[in-house]
């Protein structure tokens, strides 16, 4: 029994052994497609990786493209004397790896628009409006060769410490003296005052820094201390009678309102005159600074403005990114609370007698080259006059003429020494003049100032508080 037992047990043997092969078959083929199918979502994340590379690389590509044919565009508004090249670069970096060759040097890196040379005297712009002059000490292309020019392409640049300032602290020695989003510029100090190289500058690398936060804030600091030509049409008569049209612009961040068009130098409003005044007949261009190009961009009749609306680069702020620009503080130490406070009179002269009486808004003065040697001059004389205890310069912009402005200085003197301080200081003033062409004074005493104007706008020089 034992035996047949058994050997009934081993004839069942076979089928077990199959049942088991079978039941292991399907375990692997299980494990294989489960392998395919992991190998085949391996390969599609590879693919959709290497597709959105391809679409990033894509994109700094068209990036640079662009930024490369806005800068030509730029430099040919802005043409060199003969036997000079001209050239700007956006700093994107401050270096510190690579050892200066002159202790003390800063080493910066960006993408040159046009041509630079060892040894060239350069202009810093940064800031609201800051300049500060350097030399060019040494230059290395992309591979790391120092050279001693370069063109359109990428390089680190050595940069003297020319006029900045000393360090006041052991920290402020450690950090950078060059701003990241600087403009390095040869363009002549006037010129680059006048004409505002800087927010044309910034706007040909828009396409590449548009999502920096830090980029867009100096990018709108370079806006607040820009003067910006904006299309008009003026009808004929004096001065005071002029009627003035703007033109406007639809826009997709407009709304119901057009944008108002502004160019961002008066070279670019020039190359697009005619086709502006083949359109609708604006071919004059009134200058105006942010501040009033805020309040008409943000009236009744405009969304907003267009700046640059011909390219190379449009840069369009909706009515609400201008009013909110109008409330931070950079605004606020360029122009002051409240443009529309204060109403002046100008003089008596044969052309307007005093009967007429004009609006003039007031604000600060835009800090810069000109407006350094008329603050110099107008201190220097305070200094040399023992009769005069305070004095204020402020800007006036006539508010039927955004493009008439004259300095005023407000002077704190005996009446009797009023009239010979003040033609003696227009007289020291004038020739200083370039972009705003007049200066006027008027007595501290005689005018209505309320109490808040002086918190508005400070006294330049006071021998009170030395």
């Known amino acids: 029994m034992a035996l047949f037992g058994k050997k009934k047990q081993d004839e069942n043997k076979p089928a077990e052994q199959n049942a088991e092969a079978s039941s292991g078959s399907k375990e692997m083929d299980i494990i294989l497609q489960a392998r395919r199918e992991e190998e085949e979502e391996r390969k599609a994340r590879n693919a959709a990786r290497e597709a959105e590379q391809e679409k ?12 490369a044919t806005a800068a030509a565009d730029v430099l040919q508004m802005f043409p060199a004397r003969t036997g000079e090249q001209r050239f700007f670069m956006m700093v994107e970096a401050n270096v510190y790896t690579t050892e200066p ?12 628009r046009g041509k ?23 230059i290395w292309n992309d591979d790391r060769v120092m050279i001693d020019e370069a063109s359109d392409e990428r390089v680190e640049i050595e940069l003297s410490k020319g006029d900045f300032k000393d360090a006041a602290s052991p920290d402020e020695q450690n950090e950078a003296r060059v701003m990241t989003y600087s403009i390095l510029t040869n363009l002549p100090e006037e010129e680059g005052r006048s004409d505002g190289i800087r927010l044309p500058a910034m706007l040909c690398e828009f396409s590449r820094y548009q999502d920096e936060q830090e980029f867009i804030g100096q990018l709108m600091n370079a806006a607040m201390t820009t003067e910006f030509a904006v299309p008009a049409k003026i009808a004929g008569g004096s001065s005071s009678q002029r009627k003035v049209t703007f033109a406007g612009m639809r826009s997709e961040n407009s709304g119901d309102l057009p944008m108002l068009p502004a160019f961002s130098s008066f070279q670019a409003f020039e190359k697009h005159k005619g086709v502006l005044a083949k359109t609708g007949g ?19 009749l405009h969304g907003g403005c ?24 950079q605004f606020h130490a360029l122009f ?8 002046f009179v100008p003089k008596d002269t044969p052309e307007q007698p005093a009967q007429r009486v004009r609006e003039y808004n007031v604000t600060s003065p835009i800090p810069g080259a000109e407006y350094n ?47 010979m301080n003040s033609k003696n200081i227009e007289r020291t003033v004038r020739p200083y003049l370039k972009a705003v062409r007049r200066i006027e004074c008027r007595p501290f005493d005689k005018e209505k100032f309320t109490p808040e104007f002086f918190m508005r706008y400070p006294w330049t020089y006071n021998k009170l508080s030395m």
């Open 56 to 67: 990033y690389k894509s994109k700094i590509a068209s990036d640079m493209e662009k930024s």
């Open 101 to 112: 060759v002159i202790e003390g040097d800063e080493i910066v890196t960006g993408i040159l």
């Open 116 to 138: 630079i040379s060892k040894g060239m005297e350069i202009q810093v712009l940064s800031g609201l409006d800051s300049l500060n002059k350097v030399t060019v000490n040494a």
């Open 282 to 300: 604006f071919n004059s261009a009134i200058k105006m600074d942010f501040a009033q190009l805020c309040s008409i961009a943000r009236d009744d």
């Open 306 to 329: 267009v700046v640059d609306p011909m390219g190379p680069v449009i840069f369009a702020l909706p009515k609400q990114a201008l009013t909110t620009a109008t409330k931070t503080v």
């Open 336 to 343: 002051g609370e409240s443009k529309m406070a204060e109403k």
């Open 373 to 419: 040697l008329v603050e110099a001059a107008v201190k220097k004389f305070g200094d040399t006059h023992a009769d005069i205890a305070k004095m204020c310069i402020v800007m006036i912009v006539a508010a039927d003429d955004p493009n008439e402005k004259a300095y005023v200085v407000i002077i704190d003197c005996p009446k009797e020494k009023y009239d």
